[in-house]
Each structure stands twice: as structure tokens, then as C-alpha cells.
């Protein structure tokens, strides 16, 4: 049982409720989508098939408290990523799944986190959004719009709408398109609606602005 895999590194984790903690990322090849500010070009075809031991054992060679995000690309393309998931949480790891929102979530166990995209116009790939899972979300789930425009942003609004009423709005993150929609712009109309969702920025790239991988 093997996955094709990217990358495997250590780092901050920067993209959701829980950045800032140390993380194990494990990157998967592939994705099914073609964003226009992709930062992760790479992943659409490079990578190796590594059978799930291996990963991890790879995983557990760094620092026992850190969390595990499975990243891509897009996860769910791959068939034996659930297997993966529960055998992270068979092992007590907290794990963090990232995905697009193109596929069924549910297929992966319900104790793993998922942080969810919805895909905004800008991106061109929001017709792909499968807005079923807005029903499978879990409150202890986040979800996360990239927004580049005015346009963006009043989608993303619209689609807050259709949440369940229970769900958490400060489990929602917009998150500005680096070098795109500066956030001072993104911060101010927030302040202006009073959505609830939180203001995210990729913490990885502050810390870290030169580096394009493994970061
Ligand atoms: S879903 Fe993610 S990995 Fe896929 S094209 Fe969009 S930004 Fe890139």
C-alpha cells in the first residue's frame, strides 16, 4: 500500500487555526485543479511512491508533539489517503488534512481535521466547489476562501450564508492572495460587515519569504 508523495518536511504550521505550532507536512502528488495563484506548481506531477510504512516512519523521525498535515496537490485524489489518516490517528497523531472542496470529504475518518478551500471566481476554479460539503463539515473543521478580489469576498459572503447556523464563522478564514489583495484592503471590509469569519495570513511566507518549498 504506497501513496506518491511530494515532500515530506518539518516546519510552521501556517495555514489555519493551528499555525504557529510545529508540524510534520506530508505533500501529496497531484491536484485536480489549476488555480491561478497556485503556489505549489510542483506537486502536480513530481514525486515518488512511498508505501505507507515508510511515511510513517519518516513522520515520526522528527519531534513526537508535532502535528501532521497531508497536504498536495489535492489528498483525496489518491485512493490510499484514509488509509494513511486512520493509521496517523491509530498512532494518537493530531492530523490535519488541507483540500480543495472539489471532493466528497467524507470519505476520510472523522476525527481528522479538515481544512477546507472554497475555491473564490479569481481563482477560476470555484465551479469545481462541491458545496455538498458544507454539510459535512464538523464544527472542530475549518474552512478557508483565497481571495484576490471585491468580487472574491462578496462570494465568499454569499456562501457564508449557506453554512449551517451552528457552524463556527470563526472557524472561516480569509485569506488575502500574497502580493495580490493587500490585507489592510481585505481587513477593512471585514471590519465593515462583521461576518465573524477570521482574517488569515499565511504565516509560513512571513517568516519565510524567499523560500518556495519545504516551508
Ligand atoms: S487546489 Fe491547491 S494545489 Fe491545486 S491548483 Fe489550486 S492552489 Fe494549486
Known sequence: ????????????????????LPCVFIRLTGCNLRCTYC???????EGANIP???????????????????????????????????????????????????LDISQTDRRCIKIM??????????????LNNLRRLE?????????????????ALEILSQLPPDYPKSHVL???VAGILPPQTLAAWMLQDGSGARLHLQMHKIIWPEQERGV
Open 117 to 130: 478551500d472554497i475555491k473564490c471566481p479569481s481563482s477560476r476554479m470555484h465551479l469545481f466547489n462541491d
Open 139 to 155: 464544527p472542530k473543521d475549518q474552512i478557508k476562501f483565497v481571495m484576490g478580489t471585491r468580487a472574491d469576498y462578496l462570494y
Open 39 to 45: 503556489d505549489t506548481r510542483y506537486a502536480y506531477d
Open 1 to 20: 500500500m504506497s501513496l506518491k508523495i511530494n515532500e515530506i518536511f518539518y516546519s510552521i504550521q501556517g495555514e489555519s487555526l493551528y499555525a504557529g
Open 174 to 176: 480569509f485569506s488575502p
Open 52 to 102: 505507507l510504512a515508510e511515511i510513517i516512519r519518516q513522520v515520526e523521525a522528527y519531534p513526537r508533539s508535532s502535528i501532521v498535515e497531508i497536504t498536495g496537490g489535492e489528498p483525496l485524489l489518491q485512493g490510499k489517503t484514509p488509509d494513511l489518516i486512520a493509521q496517523l490517528l491509530a498512532r494518537h497523531h493530531t492530523v490535519l488534512m488541507e483540500t480543495n472542496g472539489s
